[in-house]
């Protein structure tokens, strides 16, 4: 018969620990691996849902840079510009370089607080900090193009389509232009 043995006898040999199992060991690594694969997952998600919205800022902001080039002739100018532009736009216009610079009908800069957004297959985009104009582009030829102004925004957040809106006047050249920001609301 087996004599008890008392606690703490340095004779005996301390029971082993129960193993851990595999699982229990790998836990903080699958947790670790698991967080990156989401992170990473996610990260993609955004990068491609917003692709379009980053690339048609990127050929606005090209298109009013372009506008800027005092290196570029005027009819070099204009056929450089009509790259950025879609073939609906250049069917009812023709980019031409303006007097005090830039493109007629556009911005001559982009707002640090500008706002760009899909609006179904095509992207909005107001380049002014609250209130403005907002232009379209549309994925035509590989790329974002240019294609024109679809409306304005009121300071009091009232999207107004170009539709109802009517040109003020005629431009200079007797060109008509959707002058946004003086315009009147259709009755």
């Known amino acids: ?8 006898d340095p004779d005996v040999a301390p029971a082993p620990a129960p193993a851990r199992s595999l699982f229990r060991r790998l836990r903080p690594w699958l947790a670790i691996i698991g967080f990156v694969i989401a992170a990473t997952a996610l990260l993609g998600y955004e990068s491609l849902s917003t692709r379009p919205v980053r690339e048609a800022a990127r050929s606005f902001a090209e298109l009013i840079s372009l506008g800027d080039r005092s290196d570029l002739g005027e009819d070099e100018l204009k056929r450089q510009a009509r790259l950025f532009c879609s073939e609906h736009y250049l069917a009812t ?10 493109l007629i009908g556009l911005p001559r800069t982009l707002h640090p607080d500008y706002k760009a957004w899909r609006e179904g297959d095509d992207v909005w985009i107001r380049p ?6 907002v232009y379209q582009f549309v994925y035509e030829a590989g790329r974002w193009k240019f294609d024109g102004p679809v409306g304005i925004l009121t300071p009091q957040g009232e999207f107004i389509p170009a539709s109802k809106l009517e040109p003020e006047s005629r431009n200079q050249r007797g060109q008509d232009s959707l002058i946004l920001l003086k315009t009147r609301i259709k009755a």
């Not at 216009?93 to 830039?102: S, T």
């Not at 002014?128 to 104009?133: C, D, E, I, V």
């Open 1 to 8: 018969m087996d004599t008890p043995v008392a606690p703490g």
């Open 128 to 133: 002014t900090a609250r209130a403005g104009p």
């Open 93 to 102: 216009h023709d980019p031409r370089p303006a007097p005090e610079g830039g």
